[in-house]
Every structure is written in structure tokens, then in C-alpha cells.
Nanobody, 123 residues
Framework: VQLQASGGGLVQAGGSLKLSCAVS????????MGWFRQPPGKERELVAH????????YAVGSIKGRFTISRDNAKNTVFLQMNSLKPEDTAVYYC?????????????????WGQGTQVTVSS
């Protein structure tokens, strides 16, 4: 199971970006998916996660009303729409997926991470 993130870049304050993260592989099913971010010189923090039914939670108070997490189960892809971006949103954004692996003799739960995508917001 592998994740490929895309959509980061450089944007001016007040602008928007949409991050995407596609899961690939065989014999698995994802359940919780989400995004962490790591600002320069700081610890990685959970941004938001979404379950398979679309229920979502936003962990960082400052993003509420500006960021929206969504997913396309048919494409095994999670998105993060980021609007009204601020310089403090500058970070490397990492997607993750919790999944069930059906390829072995028993079902195994796992978690995998994307490679990180840089988001830079200039003032």
C-alpha cells in the first residue's frame, strides 16, 4: 500500500491550494485517512482526518472554516482544500491512511504515509 501526495506549492496569503493523496496497491481497504503537517522547526501535528463514511474532524483550531477534507472512496483518494491561506500554514503536509490488508491468511491493520508535499504561503 503506497500513498502519493500532490498539490503543494507557493501561494500568496489569501490564496488557495488543493492537496490530493492517492492510495495504490492491491488487496486492501482504507478506513481513516487524513493529513498532518510539520511547520519549520516545529513538531508534526494532525490537521484533519476523515472516516470512510465521510465523517471528518479538524484538529487544528486555526484551520476551521478555511480547510475542508474530503475523500473519493472509489479512487482511494483523500483531498485537503485549503482556502484563505496564511503564512502560518506554511509546512510540509503529509497524508496518511489506515487500512486493512486482506492479502494474507488473516486481515492485518496497517498505517502508511505519503512522502510529504511542501506548502509555502508568502505574506
Amino acid at each position: 500500500v503506497q500513498l502519493q501526495a500532490s498539490g503543494g506549492g507557493l501561494v500568496q496569503a489569501g490564496g488557495s491550494l488543493k492537496l490530493s493523496c492517492a492510495v495504490s496497491g492491491r488487496g486492501f481497504s482504507t478506513y481513516n485517512m487524513g493529513w498532518f503537517r510539520q511547520p519549520p522547526g516545529k513538531e508534526r501535528e494532525l490537521v484533519a482526518h476523515i472516516n470512510r463514511d465521510g465523517g471528518s474532524t479538524y484538529a487544528v483550531g486555526s484551520i476551521k472554516g478555511r480547510f475542508t477534507i474530503s475523500r473519493d472512496n472509489a479512487k482511494n483518494t483523500v483531498f485537503l482544500q485549503m482556502n484563505s491561506l496564511k503564512p502560518e500554514d506554511t509546512a510540509v503536509y503529509y497524508c496518511y491512511a489506515n487500512y486493512l490488508d486482506f492479502t494474507g491468511p488473516s486481515v492485518v491493520a496497517g498505517k502508511t504515509w505519503g512522502q510529504g508535499t511542501q506548502v509555502t504561503v508568502s505574506s
